[in-house]
């Protein structure tokens, strides 16, 4: 009698476990390790953010900053080396969603944007994380529209901005320049104008998600 084989599924594929060892070390090549580490920097990123030190928010800044340059050259590098899998096209919109959602909530706790605009680009974004789980599971794999792509750029823009903004606070009143842009409190409307641009584009996109996954969820439902 041949031996029963072991099989193992992800992403809607299944094979042996010896196979399944042999594609998981081809899933976690380099690019997949660069989304992966996105993703562990985030929760860093927030802690050094909320403490109220200069220089604590000069390296939370740092770390976003890097953190989004590699969201570019990880997808590049993956299409350069011919290497681009399953687990990338799912992990690297993910990573971005959470890198994304922690700067959000941080800016909510320091009192820099609204709470209600924050919960709307949260829930929208693992909303579409879902329908991706769920795409995964059925072994379809929901690629980001161009404008999805232009809401990640949008997202990553407004938030630079607000970190340099914080970065500037905690750094000229120390240096003796007593800027009146720190004291008005209109930079509050346009960070909020910002954000409501952002959110439109990210509630914009994720009904597009809805719309174009229809049939995934009308599978789900039977």
Partial sequence: MAPVRERVCWLGTCSDRATY???SERQMNLPNKITVGRIIVAPFFMIFLLIDNMYSRYLATLLFVLAALTD??????????????GF???????????????????????GYVRTWMVLLIILREFLVTGLRSLAAYKGVIIMP???????????MTVIIVILVYINLESTLPLLGYQWGIFTNRSIFSVF?????????LTVGTGIDYLVKSAFLLKGALK
């Fill in 72 to 85: 570019a050259y990880d997808g590049y590098l993956a299409r350069k080396t011919g290497v681009i899998t």
């Fill in 88 to 110: 990338g096209k799912f992990m690297d919109p993910l990573a971005d969603k959470i890198l994304v959602s922690t700067a959000f909530i941080a800016f909510v706790a320091l």
């Fill in 192 to 200: 909020d104008g910002m954000v409501f641009v952002t959110m439109l």
């Fill in 145 to 155: 529209s161009y404008v999805a792509k232009w809401k990640t750029a949008c997202q």
């Fill in 21 to 23: 060892a042999r594609q």
